[in-house]
């Protein structure tokens, strides 16, 4: 099986965007017990720099093993952090997320909270850089 890779844009702000100078890995994890049953999830991903293809925005699921359930609620949770603005004030575009592994015994919810966790957790080692 191959990757599935998504092409997306998120709402353009008037503000510039910056993106990432190099690849940078990610880990994200979500714990939490409700109601006597336990929720956990783990995404483990890489942000890289986007320039090719149409749109701002890549996501690459290189799990295969995720439903499409799952890999639904891994993307929300990665557009929900990208629509936040980092360190530099600008929203980051330009880049592709690819998601390397991420656990398959939880609920969407956690997945999606796991998968943004996981891009902040990327987004604090990156180094911003105007898009070229």
Known sequence: MTAELIDFDLDASDRPVVTIADAVNGDGGYIRERDGSQQYARIRLTVAAHRDGPSSYRFECRDQSLSALMR???????????????????????VSVAVIE???????????????MAVKDAFRRARFVKPQ
């Open 72 to 94: 639904a609620a891994v993307l929300d949770g990665i557009k929900t952090a990208l629509t936040e603005t980092f360190s530099t004030g600008h929203p980051v575009g330009l």
């Open 102 to 116: 991420g656990s398959t015994n939880t609920t969407a919810n956690a997945m999606s909270l796991a998968a943004c």
